[in-house]
């Protein structure tokens, strides 16, 4: 069974330019988790989404970052304008429908800003 | 917001030691679970705990869901070098529009 596929896997980028990462879920899993994780900290929900459909997003700072799933399959992120501070891994995960916590990440963008 | 404070940051053992790590929360949680994340690879689910006073094993894995609800403990017995990497401890509360939240992590060194 194939895992949760991420691209790119790294990323440089200047402050005030966008950026945009792209994620495919586990075949057949509903949910969909994109997660902020700095160094040195554990994963941060951005956003949720059940299908097509935004469950809690209020984590995500929307002035500057967007996030959809279109189809109720893969999903992008985008920062736009990206600043110095979200230099970090960005993770994609998902689960089937529920709310057990069993979450399958994928292997991350790890995005510099300089 | 919940936050969950977790502990040793970090740990060097001798390979063979038995390793024991705490997580601890300011609410109640009804969803403990362990990840374990390697260098530059996304966290993946060691163990799932969904009632207060659970043991639960996988390998050589033991975490439990604490009494109180507000703890979890996760212990490795007989460390080998793969074992080596940043274990984290998550959390759901009741509601089940809750997100998951993480610790830290404690990271885990194993000398040969």
């Known amino acids: 069974e194939a895992g949760v596929a991420q691209s790119p896997r790294y990323k440089i980028i200047e402050k005030r330019q966008s950026v945009a990462f792209w994620c495919n879920p586990i075949s057949g899993h509903a949910t969909l988790y994109w997660y902020q994780q700095i160094l040195g900290q554990g994963p941060k929900l951005l956003i949720q989404f059940q299908n097509n459909g935004v469950v809690d997003d209020s984590q995500l700072p929307k002035d500057r970052f967007s996030a959809e799933r279109l189809k109720g399959v893969d999903s992008t992120l985008k920062i736009q304008p990206a600043k110095l501070e979200d230099s970090a891994v960005y993770l994609c995960?998902?689960?089937?429908?529920?709310?057990?916590?069993?979450?399958?990440f994928g292997s991350g963008t790890q995005l510099s800003v300089l | 917001g919940q936050q969950l404070n977790q502990s040793p940051q970090s740990m060097f053992i001798q390979e063979g030691e038995d390793v024991s790590m705490n997580c601890t929360s300011s609410s109640i949680f009804n969803t403990w679970l362990w990840y374990k994340q390697d260098p530059g690879e996304g966290p993946v689910l060691l163990i799932a705990l969904y009632k207060a006073g659970e043991l639960t094993s996988n390998g050589r894995l033991t975490a439990q869901f604490g009494i109180t609800r507000k703890d979890s403990f996760l212990n490795i017995s007989a460390s080998i070098p793969s074992d080596v990497g940043i274990y984290f401890c998550a959390g759901k509360g009741w509601s089940g529009s809750e997100k998951l939240v993480f610790g830290k992590g404690t990271k885990l060194t194993v000398n040969p």
């Open positions: 995960a998902s689960s089937t429908q529920g709310n057990s916590g069993k979450l399958f």
